[in-house]
């Protein structure tokens, strides 16, 4: 049974560029949050996906924003990237959104130059 | 909102218990969950409680819950060296919608 997966693992860009990130869910999961993480911080949400639609948002400028398929996969799309957006991007995924416990993919490294 | 801390450092010896430690603000708090992240990867889960509980034991791991103090504790029995890590605990609940509030994580160094 696979569990979340993320590509890429790393990515380097410049500032002003655009960046997409993917995750594929777990199986049997049909929720996708996505969630940033600063070095030496703990995470921080960034939105959550359920039924192709963004459910819930956190603190974020519009520069992020998401997508889900049909197979509950989902991308992180980044415009304009700064320096301060270098960070791990971590995807969660779960079931039915809400409660269910959130289990995570082993994230993005982002480094804007 | 939601506030989480956690003390940044702890260092044991092998074969010594852990004690990690968490505080929060918001009484709320559904399920509190507890996870575990290894240099340079994913957040693995370790264990979770659930709010109208005191305590959890898994194993090695307890969880203990004092909802009046709201203060939440992970206990690691017999510490070893590949418990090494950088230890988050995280809270839901209806206030936060589908979205886990974290702290910023201890990390734990265990000397041989």
């Known amino acids: 049974d696979a569990g979340v997966t993320q590509s890429p693992t790393h990515l380097i860009k410049t500032r002003g560029q655009q960046v997409t990130l993917r995750c594929s869910p777990k199986?049997?999961?049909?929720?996708v949050s996505w969630y940033q993480q600063a070095l030496g911080q703990g995470p921080q949400f960034i939105f959550q996906y359920y039924e192709e639609e963004e459910r819930q948002r956190g603190n974020f400028p519009d520069r992020f924003s998401g997508h889900q398929f049909p197979n509950y996969s989902s991308e992180l799309n980044v415009n304009a990237l700064l320096l301060g957006d270098s960070a791990l991007y971590l995807c969660?995924?779960?079931?039915?959104?809400?409660?269910?416990?959130?289990?995570f993919g082993p994230g993005t490294r982002l480094t804007v130059l | 909102g939601e506030d989480v801390e956690q003390s940044l450092f702890l260092s044991v010896r092998e074969g010594d218990s852990s004690v990690i430690n968490c505080t929060y603000t918001d009484s709320s708090s559904t399920y509190l969950y507890w996870y575990k992240q290894e240099p340079g990867a994913g957040l693995q889960l370790l264990t979770y409680i659930f709010s109208n509980m005191d305590m959890k034991q898994d194993q090695r791991l307890t969880v203990l819950l004092n909802k009046k103090d709201k203060h939440l504790s992970l206990r690691i029995a017999d510490t070893q060296t590949g418990d090494s890590a950088i230890y988050f605990c995280a809270l839901w609940g209806d206030n936060q919608g589908g979205k886990l509030i974290f702290g910023q994580g201890t990390e734990l160094s265990v000397k041989p």
């Open positions: 199986s049997g999961h049909d929720t």
């Open positions: 969660a995924s779960s079931f039915r959104a809400g409660a269910d416990t959130q289990y």
